[in-house]
């Protein structure tokens, strides 16, 4: 990992709690990581799909992707979500796909200095693990779909990237020793 990854998910002691995205497509395992990662950090964890509108979430369970002007106000929530918690005083992760640049800047719209956690994974185990899910709106018909609009963050974006097929535990590491490199 190279300095610049090292420092994308960092906040210096003293300064305001870290608020970071946990990204990626359906099956990368963003609330899993997301869920570990606030544990380890003491923040708040926000599941970003409890946050979609029901009409959203009808739409997913039929098969039918969701839209850049149907995604708006779900990230609004969310990004008011991370902006109260860091209001607060209050560390957050947030599980949310983020998968365009433009969902990212509207995220940082609410609160500038997030860092994002982009779990990089496969078309194919993507949608085995959506395929083995029980209990979830999003079917793994969809997971084409999020591939066909990702756009992996840039390097102009403070984003550290994970194999999203490595252990939890491992992930929440590697994000850990990240930000105490920093």
């Known amino acids: 990992m190279d300095e610049e990854a090292a420092q994308a998910l960092t906040s210096a002691p003293g300064s305001v709690p870290p608020a970071i995205v946990v990204m990626g497509v359906a099956g990368c395992g963003k609330s899993a990581v997301g869920i570990?990662?606030?544990a380890a950090l003491g923040a708040v964890f926000i599941e970003?799909?409890?946050l979609h509108p029901p009409?959203?979430?009808?739409r997913m369970a039929r098969g039918e992707p969701l839209t850049d002007q149907l995604r708006?106000?779900?990230l609004d929530a969310i990004g008011g979500h991370i902006a109260a918690s860091i209001g607060k005083g209050?560390?957050?992760v947030a599980a949310c796909s983020a998968l365009k640049h433009s969902y990212r800047a509207r995220l940082r719209g609410f609160c500038p200095d997030i860092d994002f956690l982009y779990l990089e994974i496969d078309p194919a185990t993507a949608r085995r693990r959506v395929g083995n899910r029980k209990g979830h709106f999003m079917p793994a018909s969809l997971v084409d779909t999020q591939f066909a609009i990702l756009?992996?963050?840039?390097?102009d974006?403070?984003?550290l990237t994970l194999d999203a097929t490595l252990p939890v535990d491992e992930l929440v590491g590697q994000a850990m020793r990240s930000m105490r490199r920093s």
């Open 72 to 74: 708006e106000g779900w």
């Open 36 to 38: 570990a990662l606030a």
């Open 90 to 92: 209050q560390g957050v």
């Open 55 to 58: 009409e959203n979430v009808a």
């Open 48 to 50: 970003g799909d409890r």
């Open 157 to 159: 974006e403070r984003a």
């Open 151 to 155: 756009e992996p963050p840039g390097q």
